[in-house]
Each structure stands twice: as structure tokens, then as C-alpha cells.
């Protein structure tokens, strides 16, 4: 592999690592996330919290909160889905979410919050 080559690795992956912090940071509107990098908003979201994106879901820690605590509610900004995850009065995400989705099923154990659809 060539100087070159290592430097454009290098340089996509500042890219990306800038438009993802813009995206978190909520410095990029909605409509212009989803025209940049559509398959990565769920998983840019879920990665800031310290959890993990899979196929039909995602896991987030969510220490101290039990599923008492827990409110979730799907809905729309700018024409794209979310679900809006509240943990008592502290905390408050909105994380996009596939569009398609109808049933969505969450727990809590040991401090750690599954959703899967």
C-alpha cells in the first residue's frame, strides 16, 4: 500500500468522524443527515451513548435507571421517524429509527437498555 493510499484512508475517516460529531453535536439539520450518510445516523447516535447498533435493534447502558423510569415514544421530525427515549428527568435522546418499524420492545436489566423491532 502507498503513501497515498494510507493518506486517503485516513482522510475519509476524519470525514466521516467530522460529519458524525456535527450530526451528534446537532450542528446538521435532519434532512441533510439523511442525505449524507442515511445508514449511519442510527448508528452514530447509538455510538455516542456508549451502545451498540444490531440487526434488529440496539443496546444502550443506562446505569441507575430502571425500567420505571423508562418512556418511549415514536414519532416524526421533518418527515423522519424517531423514538424519543426519556430516563427520568436527567436524560432525553431522540435517536432515528427505521421508518417502517410498528412494534418496538424495550427492557432494562442491569442497567443496560435493549430495544429491538
Same mark, same amino acid.
Given at each position: &500500500?502507498? /503513501?497515498?493510499?494510507?493518506?486517503?484512508?485516513?482522510?475519509? @475517516?476524519? *470525514?466521516? *468522524?467530522? =460529519? &458524525? &460529531?456535527?450530526?451528534?453535536?446537532?450542528?446538521?439539520? @435532519?434532512?441533510?443527515? $439523511?442525505?449524507? $450518510?442515511? @445508514? *449511519?445516523?442510527? +448508528?452514530? &447516535?447509538?455510538?455516542?451513548?456508549? #451502545?451498540? =447498533?444490531?440487526?434488529?435493534?440496539?443496546? !444502550?447502558?443506562?446505569?441507575?435507571?430502571?425500567?420505571?423510569?423508562?418512556?418511549? %415514544? +415514536? #414519532?416524526?421530525?421533518? #418527515?423522519?421517524?424517531? /423514538? +424519543? !427515549?426519556? $430516563?427520568?428527568?436527567?436524560?432525553? *435522546?431522540?435517536?432515528?429509527?427505521?421508518?417502517? /418499524?410498528?412494534?418496538?420492545?424495550? +427492557? %432494562?436489566?442491569?442497567?443496560?437498555?435493549?430495544?429491538?423491532?
Amino acid at each position: &500500500m502507498g /503513501l497515498f493510499e494510507i493518506a486517503n484512508d485516513h482522510l475519509s @475517516e476524519v *470525514r466521516d *468522524r467530522h =460529519t &458524525m &460529531m456535527l450530526a451528534t453535536a446537532g450542528e446538521l439539520p @435532519e434532512s441533510q443527515i $439523511a442525505s449524507i $450518510a442515511p @445508514e *449511519r445516523r442510527l +448508528k452514530w &447516535m447509538v455510538e455516542e451513548l456508549n #451502545g451498540r =447498533t444490531h440487526q434488529d435493534g440496539f443496546t !444502550i447502558p443506562l446505569q441507575g435507571a430502571d425500567s420505571t423510569m423508562i418512556d418511549l %415514544v +415514536k #414519532g416524526e421530525i421533518e #418527515g423522519h421517524s424517531i /423514538l +424519543k !427515549i426519556s $430516563a427520568g428527568s436527567e436524560f432525553e *435522546r431522540n435517536i432515528p429509527i427505521p421508518a417502517a /418499524l410498528s412494534n418496538i420492545q424495550a +427492557k %432494562v436489566e442491569h442497567g443496560v437498555l435493549s430495544l429491538n423491532w
